[in-house]
């Protein structure tokens, strides 16, 4: 049996968080759970343009359906397992097609960050987020981004930093992390950038959920 011919994992419907949420009316903006209904639709915006590509560290292009097989599965293995949704497909209606993507990780709690006063590890989410380019400059990354933070990983998930980086000459993807209450820490970083084969400069973000966590900033040389 190849990988095409395998049942892909399902996603677990009692996952929490999945939604659908309404981020905003006018233009309307609702936030659901992936689905792998939602491939053909990812393959085609992905492939209008090299924006995305160019502003991501992960997305390839050209972009196959079995990229997008490969993503959504092993999201749901993740999420299956932690019992929470993780990535959202940005939409204008509740079930309507895709028009852009969120998703969350975390950092690993291994003793390499921790508390300044209590030594416990710090839980540290970290966000990304794509829009089409038929829907940019209409507010869908910031407010994607906006409920990622505050909703989900702070208020949901219990995270004290959370955090996100963006290449340096990419305006509009930092105008989104400051719009989500984050500030830059590290100003210049250079990253080797693997789909691209070359080394590019980033900027780290991070936001706090209260003052006790502000001497802890990211840090590229053990921070992933």
């Not at 395998?6 to 233009?27: I, M, Q, V, Y």
């Not at 990229?67 to 092993?74: D, S, V």
């Not at 038929?134 to 909703?151: I, L, M, P």
């Not at 290449?167 to 930092?174: D, G, Q």
């Amino acid at each position: 049996m190849t990988q095409e011919d395998k049942a892909p994992t399902p996603r677990n419907r009692d996952n929490k968080c999945s939604g659908p949420f309404l981020l905003n009316e006018a233009p309307p903006h609702y936030l659901s759970a992936v689905e792998y209904t939602d491939i053909p639709e990812m393959v085609r915006v992905l492939n209008l343009d090299k924006d995305i590509y160019n502003g991501t560290a992960s997305f390839q292009y050209p972009y196959l359906e079995s990229h997008g097989r490969t993503r959504i599965e092993n999201t749901f293995v993740g999420d299956n397992a932690s019992g929470y949704t993780s990535c959202w497909a940005m939409r204008t209606s509740p079930e309507g097609p895709m028009i852009g993507w969120i998703h969350t990780h975390f950092l690993p709690e291994d003793g390499t960050r921790v508390h300044p006063a209590t030594g416990r590890d710090l839980k540290i989410g970290v966000i990304g987020y794509w829009v089409s380019p038929e829907c940019v400059g209409k507010g869908y990354a910031s407010r994607s981004a906006r409920f990622a933070v505050q909703e989900y990983l702070f208020k949901e998930r219990g995270c004290d930093i959370v955090r996100a980086e963006a290449y340096t000459h990419n305006e509009p993807s930092r105008k989104v992390l400051e719009a989500a209450g984050m500030s830059c820490e590290v100003e210049e970083w250079t990253a080797f950038i693997p789909k691209l084969q070359k080394d590019m400069i980033i900027c780290c973000y991070a936001v706090h959920r209260d003052e006790s966590t502000k001497s802890v900033v990211t840090d590229k040389t053990k921070d992933p």
